[in-house]
């Protein structure tokens, strides 16, 4: 059964697909990036039995054209941000320390990643707290991750930034940030605070006449993949 999937579940749809195989005896051939561009595939033709996103938008397009069955919301994300423990960054003086000329700020990339729609959504909401934020921080953000999907294999491109020395401070999934702290346990991880955050709602759905996709987006949907997706970090 052939996936699609946004990058930030891939860890996650690892433990799906493990679940699922087990109960059913379908395997998953899961590929994995960017959701704007892995509708574009499917919407040109591309060839799937599930499609699960990380912006519902997306979901919801592909079945008003009737190339999904159905889209339905089956988890949730939040924002948080990684940084330099030299920051000494916190809820309280996150926009302070974001907006310092010398702080290196990374994001994901807006249109084709959620995740950067998401974070061009909270400078828009920081810019109505503090007037001129969102200015500064369109200026300031390094758009490293987002364009094309990790290769199989390769670290994840916040883990590298940090390791290459190319950011002081990257906003991300509050998923990718307990992913990126796996890997590197020095750096801190704050949630933005819930009057500035973006809750991100992913959409899955399967493709008409694939009975394989249905059962698998029953089965994510339930309780053992309600499980699963709350022990990787979802709401």
């Given at each position: 059964m052939t996936v699609l999937a946004a990058g930030s579940l891939r860890e996650v749809m690892k433990d799906l697909g493990d679940a699922?195989?087990?109960?059913?005896?379908?395997?998953?051939?899961?590929n994995f990036g960017p959701s704007g561009g892995l509708r574009k595939d499917i919407e040109g033709g591309r060839q799937i039995d599930v499609f699960a996103s990380a912006d519902l938008a997306h979901t919801d397009a592909l079945a008003a054209r009737k190339l999904l069955v159905q889209s339905q919301t089956f988890a949730?994300?939040?924002?948080?941000?990684?940084?330099?423990?030299?920051?000494?960054?916190?809820?309280?003086?996150?926009?302070?320390?974001?907006?310092?000329?010398?702080?290196?700020?990374?994001?994901?990339?807006?249109?084709?990643?959620?995740?950067?729609?998401?974070?061009?959504?909270?400078?828009?909401n920081a810019d109505k707290l503090r007037p001129g934020t969102f200015a500064v921080f369109d200026a300031k953000a390094l758009k490293l991750s987002g364009a094309s999907a990790p290769l199989p294999g390769q670290k994840l491109p916040y883990v590298t930034a940090f390791e290459d020395g190319k950011t002081d401070a990257y906003i991300m999934y509050c998923t990718?940030?307990?992913?990126?702290?796996?890997a590197l346990p020095q750096l801190d991880v704050v949630r933005i605070p819930e009057a500035l955050n973006v809750r991100s709602s992913y959409g899955i759905g399967a493709a008409p006449g694939s009975r394989q996709g249905e059962q698998f987006v029953r089965f994510v949907l339930g309780e053992e993949g309600r499980r699963i997706l709350r022990a990787h970090g979802f709401n």
């Open positions: 699922f195989r087990k109960q059913s005896g379908i395997g998953l051939s899961a949730y994300n939040d924002l948080c941000v990684v940084a330099m423990p030299a920051l000494g960054l916190n809820e309280a003086n996150l926009l302070d320390v974001l907006l310092r000329p010398t702080v290196r700020l990374a994001t994901s990339t807006p249109v084709s990643d959620p995740m950067g729609d998401y974070t061009w959504q909270f400078f828009r990718n940030a307990a992913s990126t702290l796996k």
